[in-house]
């Protein structure tokens, strides 16, 4: 898998660390836009609605996590994208 690295990532990584691609985050961010829907229309509006913001603390606190790190300029969100639905890379084939 490919990753998006940066020097600074290349200088800092150990061997055995996993980088994760944006594909894998759009793929991640599919299956939550999927599991939104599903939730939208199993147990209704209000509990969709509960699970984006959720997810939008978590960026957020993502967002937080990888400026404090030190990532500067669009780092910080393509970090935190990946850190929020960077899992998609670890189910899709």
């Given at each position: 898998m490919t990753g998006t690295r940066t020097t600074a990532d290349r200088a800092g990584a150990s061997e055995g660390t996993v980088?994760?691609?944006v594909v894998g985050g759009h793929a991640g961010a599919a299956a939550v836009a999927v599991a939104v829907l599903v939730i939208a229309v199993s147990a209704g509006p209000p509990a969709a609605l509960a699970f984006v913001v959720a997810l939008a603390v978590w960026f957020l606190a993502a967002l937080a996590v990888v400026r404090a790190r030190g990532a500067r300029g669009v780092d910080i969100p393509r970090r935190a994208y990946n850190a929020t639905f960077?899992?998609?890379?670890?189910?899709?084939p």
């Open positions: 980088h994760v691609d960077g899992w998609g890379a670890f189910v899709i």
